[in-house]
T-cell receptor
Framework: DSGVTQTPKHLITATGQRVTLRCSPR?????VYWYQQSLDQGLQFLIQ???????AKGNILERFSAQQFPDLHSELNLSSLELGDSALYFC???????????????FGPGTRLTVL | AQTVTQSQPEMSVQEAETVTLSCTYD???????LFWYKQPPSRQMILVIR??????QNATENRFSVNFQKAAKSFSLKISDSQLGDAAMYFC???????????FGTGTRLQVFP
């Protein structure tokens, strides 16, 4: 158990819908990351938040957005869903940010999103 | 842009034997970190081992060790005394020292036979 929790574990929805994925980081961690794992794109970095502020952006679609709240939990919002958005979405957390040497990322169990 | 390549989609090993998984990467940076993550059937991503680019000594964690060749941009993982529980997908990952995002390879599926 990494200490990172994600809800829900599974989500099945239809095209065009909007969903919210939730992540609670390890106690004391200030950075939260979102990654997408799909069959065709592999594991891709989407976005990072550090202490409530957006820190880095990767290959995140405009239909996707995220935020980190004052209690440091994070939500990833996916809208106008398409079949190709079906994937495993991981949240990870780490203590700090800025390329620190021992800023290990600990991954949550993931949310499996299926778009029908 | 940095890239990570794992050229072995699948590997297999007999229990108690040794297996080496390959990884190469491309970067123009001199300061970075490299990782191997394990993803068992449960889908949980588990950090196996890490290597700092500025360290010449290869990292070791129990039965897991790496062969880091900076000039060749190669970072292979050796698993000794393989166990059934080692069966998983293994991902090589790169992280710049300037930021925190992990760049993953496509993974190698390791099968362990009794």
């Amino acid at each position: 158990d990494s200490g990172v929790t994600q809800t829900p574990k599974h989500l099945i929805t239809a095209t065009g819908q909007r969903v919210t994925l939730r992540c609670s980081p390890r106690s004391g961690d200030l950075s939260v990351y979102w990654y997408q794992q799909s069959l065709d794109q592999g594991l891709q970095f989407l976005i990072q938040y550090y202490n409530g502020e957006e820190r880095a952006k990767g290959n995140i679609l405009e239909r996707f957005s995220a935020q980190q709240f004052p209690d440091l939990h994070s939500e990833l919002n996916l809208s106008s869903l398409e079949l190709g958005d079906s994937a495993l979405y991981f949240c990870a957390s780490s203590a700090s940010a800025g390329g620190q040497p021992y800023n290990e990322q600990f991954f949550g169990p993931g949310t499996r999103l299926t778009v029908l | 842009a940095q890239t990570v390549t794992q050229s072995q989609p699948e590997m297999s090993v007999q229990e108690a034997e040794t297996v080496t998984l390959s990884c190469t990467y491309d970067t123009s940076e001199s300061d970075y970190y490299l990782f191997w993550y394990k993803q068992p059937p449960s889908r949980q991503m588990i950090l196996v081992i890490r290597q700092e680019a500025y360290k010449q000594q290869n990292a070791t964690e129990n039965r897991f060790s790496v062969n880091f060749q900076k000039a060749a941009k190669s970072f292979s993982l050796k698993i000794s005394d393989s166990q059934l529980g080692d069966a998983a997908m293994y991902f090589c990952a790169y992280r710049s020292a300037r930021d925190d995002k992990l760049i993953f390879g496509t993974g190698t599926r390791l099968q362990v036979f009794p």
